[in-house]
Structure formats: C-alpha cells, structure tokens
C-alpha cells in the first residue's frame, strides 16, 4: 500500500480522526522502543497499526509494562492483534533447593503457536521474520478476564463459591492441566505458568493460555517449574485467591498462630497451602495434592498424568458430594 491507501484503510478501521498527520512505516523491529503508537509496522507485507502497549503484573509488580509487546489493528482486516517483538530476558527461579535458569525465547514461542494451532485451551496466532531476521509473533487478540480476576466474582464467600462455582472451575483446571501435559508429551514447555497466563474468552467461555516465551533449564526436571506453577494456580482456585499469612493475621484469624513451613507454599512462603486449616469443609483429597506443593514437601509430582489423575479423584468426590448435599436439601 502506498501512503494514501494506508490512510484511507486506518480511517476505514479506526475512524479518520484516528489518522496520524504524519504516518511513519516500520518494517525493522530491532528497536521496539523504537516501535511507536500510531505507527504501520509491515510484517511479511501486511499491515499493522499500533496502538498501546500491553501490561502485566509480575512478581507482585502491578501494571509492569510490556514495551515489546503492543496492541495493534490488522489493517488487511480490522481485526486486533497482539504483536510480540523480539526481547531477550533471564532470570533465576527458586523453588525450596531447586534454581531454575529461566530465560525468554521468542523461536519457543514460535514453535508452540505452530504446535498447539487449532488446541482450544491455548492463544491462536503466527510468527514471521521481519526485514532484520528477527521472530516476530502476531496473536489473537483475546477478550475477557484472567482467571483470577473471573475466580474472585463468583460466590458471595469461600464457602457459597467452594460448594456452588469450585466443581466447575476445578473441570476447567484439568482441562488447562491436559493442555499443559499436551505441550510436554510433545517436548515443550510452558515455562511461566501463572494465574494471570490464563484468560477466559468472553464469547465462547473458553480458558486458553497465553505468554509461553519462557523456557527455562534444569537438569533434574524437564516440567517440574510447568508442575509448581500449576500447583500454585490450583491453591489459588480452591482459595478464591491466595489465602496468605499477612491475610490471616490482618483478619486475627486464629489460623494464623498455628502456621508453619509445612503450611506453606514452596516458592510463595507467605501463601498457604494447607488450606483445609482455614477451610475445614475442603475434602483431605484436595489438601493432599495441595501439599504436594508445600516447602516441607519431600514428594513431588514428577509429570501432569500423576497430577490429574488425583485431582480428577478431587473432582469426582466433590461433584458426589455436591449431588448428596442437594438430595438432603
């Protein structure tokens, strides 16, 4: 497209007061700071009108923005996508003795767009090369909420949301969890599994994740960080958020005086795990597989079969529960 035609095709898609008064093409993504609102970036010839870019929270840091991650319309079709540019991160991960060397990897991000295409339970996009070599990937946009801004809305307390929302939401947990298992059987990893890494699509009620450009390494365990993260994530689900010993001890909760290592998260040491503590009416069943998770843990979940199989135990007993407490209403 030449100059008049980008315009004439962003008025037709984002209004004509929406027109830049000087429109600047890029087609090198080297400097993505250098990627800015209102410019057309042309990707494998098709052009992309950026908008803002896009934030998360990370490591209790709210709001942290994604300078190489931004919104951008598709101007072949008006549709939104997500354009994630090429940064290169690394960090180091504890969990109890274990270190996980976490690093961000755009060609493994790639790979699994094309792996998991068509995979309901996972963001659906494309990769290509710009003019400088770099893997740029080109998402759906998704709407709707992170699963844990959809979990805190249901229930009027813990208990109305465990007996009445918990059963459902522990069915969409499994099917994340085989969608995990289904990345490793094929070799892949997450490698940043987060409550805020799931968003369930407004239209279709649909979980799918999102951001897999992590890997990390560790020579003793190929997907135990994939295991502990969604060990975090399912302790998340049956709190109705994080149950945390600050929480306890702001609300004088008895609870609290009775902590120890054994209660806690392995990686999160202030968020509980042992949640039948402050839930008494939460089966053993599922407190044995948060434990799992727990800093005093000395077995571990070795791969996401052994997970499911006693969190799919969880679910049946529950939903039995469930069905018993109706027949004697």
């Not at 052994?306 to 969880?314: H, P, S």
């Amino acid at each position: 497209m030449n100059e008049h035609e980008l315009r004439e095709t962003i008025a037709r898609w984002v209004g004509r007061e929406r027109v830049p008064k000087r429109l600047r093409v890029v087609d090198d993504t080297s400097d993505f700071f250098g990627v800015d609102y209102d410019d057309v970036v042309i990707l494998d010839n098709r052009p992309y009108f950026i908008r803002n870019y896009e934030r998360e929270g990370r490591f209790g840091i709210d709001e942290e923005p994604k300078f190489w991650v931004r919104r951008a319309v598709d101007l072949s079709d008006g549709s939104i996508k997500i354009i994630k540019m090429v940064f290169h991160e690394q960090f180091k991960a504890r969990a109890g003795d274990l270190i996980f060397e976490c690093v961000r990897s755009p060609k493994k991000e790639a790979a699994i767009l094309d792996m998991v295409r068509g995979h309901p339970n996972f963001a659906q996009g494309f990769w290509v090369n710009d003019v400088s070599g770099n893997i740029v990937r080109i998402i759906d946009f998704i709407r709707g909420k992170t699963l844990a801004d959809y979990v805190l809305d249901l229930g009027k307390d813990h208990e109305d949301y465990f007996y009445n929302h918990f059963p459902s939401v522990l069915s969409e947990f499994i099917e994340l969890a085989k969608a995990i298992g289904f990345l490793h059987e094929h070799h892949q990893k997450h490698g940043d599994i987060r409550r805020d890494h799931v968003l369930k699509e407004k239209d279709t009620g649909l979980c799918r994740w999102i951001d897999f450009d992590f890997n990390y390494l560790h020579k003793e365990s190929m997907f135990g960080y994939d295991l502990l993260g969604l060990g975090n994530i399912l302790a998340y689900l049956a709190g109705r958020g994080d149950v945390t010993a600050s929480w306890l001890r702001e609300n004088d909760s008895p609870v609290f005086r009775r902590l120890s290592s054994a209660d806690m998260n392995i990686i999160f040491n202030n968020r509980v795990v042992n949640l039948r503590k402050v839930f008494p009416y939460l089966p053993e069943s599922l407190n044995r597989v948060l434990l799992h998770f727990s800093a005093d843990a000395d077995i571990f979940y070795d791969n996401v079969d052994e997970l499911l199989t006693d969190v799919q135990e969880v679910s049946d007993r529950i939903g039995d529960r469930n069905e018993s407490r109706e027949e004697i209403r």
